[in-house]
């Protein structure tokens, strides 16, 4: 089942190029002919150093020296390809990835991590009882950033009978496997041990970055308290208060990335990797064959054991430091949260009383023009037949009965309606200056809204600096 899966996976990952090179350590019982190479390795000769063929066969050597320990590894330092660390991405091409893995004994399931997320650390012998393999998968893969793909992997496989270990490893600029493998190439004399590349990796994964990082974080939380709590050691020259006052978008955005940093490298992850490499450590050493269980190697593994321990100790440490920053962070943003949600009553309240002094003059120019609009509705009718029927066209005081009516009465239309269109007429600009006015009016009052608006948030963020604060109460008190 293995074989097909890997030849499945290799079938459908897609191949990007990348430089390669190759990495040789040979001890052997005389420590003077030891040999440490590493050179480029071309396409023409990729299947020589995988057989161990031409330039790359064992030497020859002396009568009664023998070989120790061996290390070979195919080397991708400084991947440059934008998707070399995108899952189901090979830089090499299927067919001599399959050998790769085929000659050097190299563990199938390799090929099914490159999409796994975070620090991965996998390890197991082979089913070959005669000669059994440790195999090792460890990688880490990250998202992209600045548009590259970021990590680094390694696949070893470990003859415990011979010694031998071969490999491939890969990783970008941003991983530490360069300086990984300059720490390898300075332990010739421990090379027999198949754990020490791994944990070499996971030294520089937990190095002394990792306590800087809380350290920073832990000292940006401070600066941060002083801003929210309203301390006496707040200044101005830490970013958050200019003039009285406090920006506090600033600080909220400086809270999540505070948070962010905290949450980087998060050792519950890297205890899970110590737990494997533990656990690692004892199946290499159980199955050992005792003839290499020798004072040097006895005396390797506790070293590398009590490496371990001491790792988990500082990453329990740094566990309970993140842990209290974590906590703080969460006390600052609910105190944050509330001062913002007090400020945003207190505008609330500001913006309702002013659309409350709108509503009541709108209420009362509305009850005028209600009166004016009665008022006419009664005296128009009346108004306007008693101007009619007071003309001169018309004669009620003649001797025939009922009202004479003018034969002139067409002079009445023809000025009235010209006068009425041109009434009307003055009255349609004068009601399209009117509204281009109230526009205008509308905009200025809209400004002076956002206007009142930033005023009001400015004063939400004025801190009054004063020294006197509940912090020191009781210090001021016993003085």
Request: charge should be neutral.
């Amino acid at each position: 089942m293995d074989d097909y899966m890997f030849k499945a996976n290799v079938d459908r990952c897609r191949y990007v190029p990348e430089a390669t090179s190759y990495l040789e350590i040979l001890t052997y019982s005389d420590p003077s002919l030891n040999t440490t190479e590493e050179h480029p390795l071309t396409p023409d000769e990729f299947e020589n150093f995988l057989n161990r063929r031409g330039a790359y066969a064992p030497p020859k050597l002396p009568p009664g020296v023998e070989q120790r320990a061996c290390i070979r590894l195919i080397l991708q330092l400084n991947a440059k390809h934008p998707e070399t660390f995108t899952p189901h991405i090979i830089s090499l091409k299927p067919d001599a990835y399959k050998s790769m893995v085929v000659t050097m004994n190299l563990p199938y399931r390799g090929i099914e991590s490159t999409s796994a997320v975070g620090p991965f650390f996998w390890c197991a012998y082979d089913q070959d009882e005669e000669n059994p393999h440790l195999q090792i998968v460890n990688r880490k893969s990250d998202v992209r950033k600045k548009g590259l793909t970021r990590g680094w992997e390694l696949m070893l496989s470990h003859d415990v009978k011979n010694g031998i270990t071969n490999g491939y490893a890969k990783g970008t600029p941003s991983s530490d496997l360069v300086e990984c493998i300059k720490h390898l190439r300075a332990c010739v004399l421990q090379v027999g041990h198949p754990l020490l590349l791994p944990i070499i990796i996971y030294s520089h994964d937990v190095s002394f970055k990792t306590d800087i990082k809380q350290r920073e974080a832990r000292d940006w939380l401070r600066k941060l308290e002083h801003a929210v709590s309203m301390r006496t050691e707040i200044q101005e020259n830490e970013g958050y208060v200019k003039e009285g006052v406090v920006d506090l978008d600033a600080v909220n955005r400086d809270l999540v990335e505070c948070h962010s940093q905290v949450l980087w490298k998060r050792p519950k992850a890297y205890l899970e990797i110590l737990r494997g490499i533990e656990m690692s450590l004892n199946r290499f050493y159980d199955r050992l064959p005792e003839d290499r269980k020798d004072e040097t190697m006895r005396k390797l593994q506790l070293s590398m054991k009590a490496r371990m321990e001491f790792y988990r100790v500082k990453l329990q440490g740094i566990e309970s430091y993140a842990y209290t920053t974590l906590q703080r962070l969460d006390i600052q943003r609910s105190a944050l949260y509330n001062i913002i949600a007090q400020k945003e009553s207190k505008l609330n309240f500001q913006m309702a009383g002013e659309q409350r002094k709108l509503a009541h003059a709108s209420k009362r120019d509305s009850a005028a023009m209600k009166i004016i609009s009665l008022l006419g509705a009664i005296f128009f009718p009346g108004v306007y037949l008693a101007s009619v029927f007071s003309m001169t066209f018309f004669n009620f005081q003649a001797d025939n009965p009922g009202p004479q009516l003018s034969d002139k009465f067409w002079i009445y239309w023809a000025v009235t309606l010209p006068l009425t269109i041109l009434f009307v007429g003055v009255w349609y600009v004068w009601e399209k200056k009117r509204e281009a006015r109230y526009e205008m009016e509308d905009k200025d009052l809209e400004k002076g809204s956002e206007d009142m608006e930033k005023i009001i948030m400015a004063t939400m963020r004025k801190r009054t600096m004063s020294k006197a604060s509940t912090w020191d109460t009781g210090s001021k008190k016993s003085e």
